[in-house]
T-cell receptor
Framework: DVKVTQSSRYLVKRTGEKVFLECVQDMDHENMFWYRQDPGLGLRLIYF???????EKGDIPEGYSVSREKKERFSLILESASTNQTSMYLC??????????????FGPGTRLTVT | KNQVEQSPQSLIILEGKNCTLQ??????????LRWYKQDTGRGPVSLTIMTFSENTKSNGRYTATLDADTKQSSLHITASQLSDSASYIC????????????FGAGTTVTVRA
């Protein structure tokens, strides 16, 4: 079974702090994704990575950056956390040849609260 | 405006009853549509996927239908169980190799004993 794990299930940070969210997948997938999920809205893509050190901006990249130094690990960084970044963050992965047309495998999510 | 609209936003049903969730999309072109189930505090898990040429797909007690002409899909849950309580998300892809998916906001289903 594909397994996508995220470093924290719940996280509370203060405004202005630098926040790291880590995601690891164990299926040798080329593609990895970071989404945020807010009530009443669909999942929104923050960043996408299709290979080590490669990244593309999604729909809402402002205030976020990412790092992919190893194939299995994709990190989301909030340089200076703000209260409007309070949300559920979901990581996902998929094989390259199935980039978007078929299934993305999701992690359990990290619920981040910024106070 | 979201290109994938789901209705109702939430519903409550009694255990053993059936229910149907709706998904209307305006995404174009169209490659495939997937329904995901998301349990509280968990990530979404795929239930079904349908391409343009398919109009029905089943996964146990879950049956999805697709009308690509009217751009509508439905997810029917038969003989609901308490474990069906979850959010159900409709996801549309424009191209088979497109990483950008369009997500609906989801329908929250609560099954009561």
């Amino acid at each position: 079974d594909v397994k996508v794990t995220q470093s924290s299930r719940y996280l509370v940070k203060r405004t202005g702090e630098k926040v790291f969210l880590e995601c690891v997948q164990d299926m040798d997938h080329e593609n990895m994704f970071w989404y945020r999920q807010d009530p009443g809205l669909g999942l929104r893509l923050i960043y996408f990575s299709y290979d080590v050190k490669m990244k593309e901006k999604g729909d809402i990249p402002e205030g976020y950056s990412v790092s992919r130094e190893k194939k299995e690990r994709f990190s989301l960084i909030l340089e200076s956390a703000s209260t409007n970044q309070t949300s559920m963050y979901l990581c996902a992965s998929s094989p390259r040849r199935l980039a978007g047309g078929l299934e993305q495998y999701f992690g359990p999510g990290t619920r981040l609260t910024v106070t | 405006k979201n290109q994938v609209e789901q209705s109702p936003q939430s519903l409550i049903i009694l255990e053993g009853k059936n229910c149907t969730l709706q998904c209307n999309y305006t995404v174009s072109p169209f490659s495939n549509l997937r329904w995901y189930k998301q349990d509280t505090g968990r990530g979404p898990v795929s239930l079904t996927i349908m391409t343009f040429s398919e109009n029905t797909k089943s996964n146990g007690r879950y049956t999805a239908t697709l009308d690509a002409d009217t751009k509508q899909s439905s997810l029917h849950i038969t003989a609901s169980q308490l474990s069906d309580s979850a959010s159900y998300i409709c996801v549309v892809s424009r191209y088979s190799n497109d990483y950008k998916l369009s997500f609906g906001a989801g329908t929250t289903v609560t099954v009561r004993a």
